[in-house]
């Protein structure tokens, strides 16, 4: 859930540049002091950085940030939720053994990401927004059982084999476990069940998705809803157990994601988003 102008982790041909700028060097710190070298298209994952309280974004994730807010209303609580969510999901992973972890449309890896949640872990952070993965190879440079690398979750073949046997151990030979958040909503149907289909076919049995969908919260909202395009997918939450295919969701079914397993009372937040734990 955020503008149309912010989703750079839609499934699309890999970039080199973003606005004509040349990005595998750029650093937030580096763009305040040459703000014409910033980029000058916003992405989601910036964005939510932002509303996580991070410093990783650029001034157009601000004010695609607040654009949006301003035609929705406050966002930081959900996506703190949203955030919380995807730290109990790993935490339920790695109880179940689980210790080689692939993560699609990663966005920034702090804030909660999965390495800080699971530090024992090996984890391959994927994305295909170049100026986001040179982020996170910035965050990550130096981490022994961390990287951060482009990957298309329509395509696995886009993801170097190399790095993934580095930093997914367990790929083709015991449980894993995948962290598709983010992605479901701009997927239609049929391209969502293809790539769930994949990913199942790909992992061992025993492995673990771990998984969202945006529920109808926007029909509320035309400005906000219009802001996301016409490749934006709200879902009726009784058809998110069929759109998982072979997946199995867990005995905690699939929920509202501060109602899912939560450590205390849940976060009192719109219901955006609806996710669960399924297994293979």
């Known amino acids: 859930m955020a503008a149309r102008t912010a989703v750079d982790r839609r499934p699309v041909a890999r970039v080199a540049t973003d606005g004509g700028v040349a990005m595998s060097d750029l650093s937030p710190a580096e763009a305040a002091v040459d703000p014409a070298a910033a980029p000058q298209v916003p992405s989601t994952a910036r964005m ?88 996170g190879q910035r965050i990550l440079a130096g981490a022994d059982r961390a990287a951060y690398a482009y990957g298309d979750a329509t395509d696995l ?5 190399a790095l993934l046997a580095r930093y997914v151990p367990a790929w083709g030979r015991a449980p894993v476990g995948v962290v598709f958040l983010g992605l479901a909503a701009f997927l239609d149907d049929a391209a969502l069940a293809r790539t769930l289909d994949e990913l199942y076919a790909a992992v061992p049995a025993g492995s673990r998705l771990a998984f969202d969908f945006d529920g109808l919260e926007l029909a509320g909202h035309p400005e906000a809803l219009a802001l996301m395009g016409e ?6 939450p009784a058809a998110f157990p069929a759109l998982l295919g072979r997946w199995r969701p867990t005995a905690d079914g699939i929920s509202p994601v501060a109602r899912w397993r939560p450590d205390g009372p849940p976060e009192d937040v719109p219901d955006a988003f609806h996710g669960g734990v399924a297994v293979k």
Not at 231 to 236: E, I, L, T, V, Y
């Open 48 to 135: 939510i950085d932002h509303w996580l309280g991070g410093t990783d974004h650029f001034p157009v994730d601000v004010a695609a940030a607040r654009a949006f807010e301003g035609a929705y209303g406050p966002c930081a609580d959900i996506f703190r939720s949203l955030r919380g969510f995807l730290g109990r999901t790993v935490r339920h992973l790695g109880a179940a053994g689980i210790d080689s972890f692939l993560v699609f449309g990663a966005g920034v890896p702090t804030r909660g990401n999965v390495h800080e949640v699971a530090p024992a872990a090996s984890v391959l952070y994927t994305d295909i927004d170049p100026v986001t993965i040179a982020l």
């Open 157 to 161: 073949s886009t993801i170097d084999p």
């Open 231 to 236: 490749g934006f997918h709200m879902r009726d």
